[in-house]
């Protein structure tokens, strides 16, 4: 640990414990003093609100459970140095009103992984597959047909699990056939994924040129890979993560092998909620802002069910706003 408070208070708060319960403990302390590093300040020091604020959202809790299991482990150490005199009830009191969905996600974070419209997400993809034949050898762009067709439908609002289950004969003159509802698609989108249906596979350079052929079955998406009937979310997860390194292998390339992390990275979840947090931002532009605890509108728009839950109703619509903060600087108009 960091001071000789801190081994003082693992020292009576674990004796007699168990070492894994203790080992546990001791990486949770090793990641909140990081970010103690980040931002210049201990929880020793006596933070403010606002201080408390910025800590908590720089371990990014994505649900209520990780929240207060984080909250947890602070609360019990700063009741240990009220106890001690080392800190105030003020400071305690200011750590223990903060709740769930006071802590805002990071900027950052959102402006890497989330796509602002579908036009920045299609130029993303189809830079993607120019680097790929122009720097690495790639010689026929449908190599990449699969997993830019489970990348268009997830924008348009189709999970993981629901592109994998898609037929050749789901297809419609204007979009897909999902559980039985159309899921309408741009005409570009729509032929692109009855071209890719009925293609057999693609070109490769291997002693020659050669026909890498998709496996043979009445879904959508194929692999020249799996001898499965149907591509699993976990090979199509796959897929997409050796997509997304052409990006930043070029990156690194042109950056004198820095890791810059501006770039964006390539998945499924976070291109999903991207196209539904674009469709959100044009309902609010023709009907006004979504407001909190509206949980029919909430419900409706972003299609969770969320059973009464609040923290996590609100959780997500902090998450559009998020969203909205980083690629939309006002509000729409009311």
């Given at each position: 640990?960091?001071?000789?408070?801190?081994?003082?208070?693992?020292?009576?708060?674990?004796?007699?414990?168990?070492?894994?319960?203790a080992?546990?403990?001791?990486?949770?302390?090793?990641?909140?003093?990081?970010?103690?590093?980040?931002?210049?300040?201990?929880?020793?020091d006596g933070l403010?609100?606002?201080?408390?604020?910025?800590?908590?959202?720089?371990?990014?809790?994505?649900?209520?459970?990780?929240?207060?299991?984080l909250k947890?482990?602070?609360?019990?150490?700063?009741?240990?140095?009220?106890?001690?005199?080392?800190?105030?009830?003020?400071?305690?009191?200011?750590?223990?009103?903060?709740?769930?969905?006071?802590?805002p996600?990071?900027?950052?974070?959102?402006?890497?992984?989330?796509?602002?419209?579908?036009?920045?997400?299609?130029?993303?993809?189809?830079?993607m597959?120019?680097?790929?034949?122009?720097?690495?050898g790639?010689?026929?762009?449908?190599?990449?047909?699969?997993?830019?067709?489970?990348?268009?439908?997830?924008?348009?609002?189709v999970?993981q699990?629901?592109?994998?289950?898609?037929?050749?004969?789901?297809?419609?003159?204007?979009?897909?056939?999902?559980?039985?509802?159309?899921?309408?698609?741009?005409d570009?989108?729509?032929d692109?994924?009855?071209?890719?249906a009925?293609?057999?596979?693609?070109?490769?350079?291997?002693?020659?040129?050669?026909?890498?052929k998709?496996?043979s079955?009445?879904?959508l998406?194929?692999?020249?890979?799996t001898k499965?009937?149907?591509?699993?979310?976990?090979?199509?997860?796959?897929?997409?993560?050796?997509?997304?390194?052409?990006?930043?292998?070029?990156?690194k390339e042109n950056?004198?092998?820095?890791?810059?992390?501006?770039?964006?990275?390539?998945?499924?979840?976070?291109?999903?909620?991207?196209?539904?947090?674009s469709?959100?931002y044009?309902?609010?532009c023709e009907?006004?802002?979504?407001?909190p605890?509206?949980?029919d509108?909430?419900?409706?728009?972003f299609?969770?069910?969320?059973?009464?839950?609040?923290?996590?109703?609100?959780?997500?619509?902090?998450?559009?706003?998020?969203?909205?903060?980083?690629?939309?600087?006002?509000?729409?108009?009311?």
């Amino acid at each position: 640990m960091s001071s000789s408070m801190r081994t003082k208070f693992l020292e009576e708060v674990f004796a007699g414990q168990s070492e894994k319960t203790a080992n546990a403990f001791y990486v949770k302390w090793m990641q909140i003093e990081a970010v103690e590093k980040e931002i210049g300040k201990t929880i020793e020091d006596g933070l403010c609100e606002e201080n408390y604020i910025l800590f908590l959202s720089k371990f990014k809790s994505r649900t209520v459970v990780s929240f207060y299991v984080l909250k947890s482990a602070i609360m019990r150490y700063m009741r240990w140095l009220l106890e001690k005199g080392y800190i105030d009830a003020q400071k305690l009191d200011a750590m223990a009103a903060l709740r769930f969905e006071d802590v805002p996600l990071d900027d950052e974070d959102y402006s890497r992984k989330f796509f602002k419209d579908f036009d920045s997400l299609r130029e993303t993809v189809e830079s993607m597959i120019l680097i790929a034949i122009d720097e690495y050898g790639v010689i026929d762009e449908a190599r990449y047909d699969t997993e830019v067709a489970a990348i268009y439908l997830s924008w348009f609002g189709v999970s993981q699990e629901d592109i994998c289950k898609i037929e050749k004969r789901d297809l419609t003159d204007s979009g897909v056939m999902v559980n039985g509802k159309e899921v309408y698609l741009p005409d570009f989108v729509s032929d692109f994924l009855k071209k890719y249906a009925v293609s057999e596979g693609f070109q490769q350079q291997s002693r020659g040129l050669m026909m890498r052929k998709y496996t043979s079955t009445s879904y959508l998406l194929r692999t020249c890979k799996t001898k499965n009937d149907m591509l699993s979310v976990t090979n199509l997860r796959t897929s997409i993560s050796h997509f997304s390194e052409i990006y930043n292998k070029y990156q690194k390339e042109n950056d004198d092998g820095k890791d810059n992390k501006k770039g964006h990275q390539l998945n499924l979840s976070t291109i999903y909620w991207s196209g539904i947090y674009s469709r959100a931002y044009e309902y609010e532009c023709e009907n006004g802002l979504i407001q909190p605890f509206d949980y029919d509108t909430i419900k409706k728009i972003f299609g969770e069910t969320y059973d009464q839950d609040r923290f996590v109703a609100n959780k997500r619509l902090r998450s559009y706003q998020a969203y909205k903060k980083v690629f939309h600087l006002e509000d729409p108009k009311t």
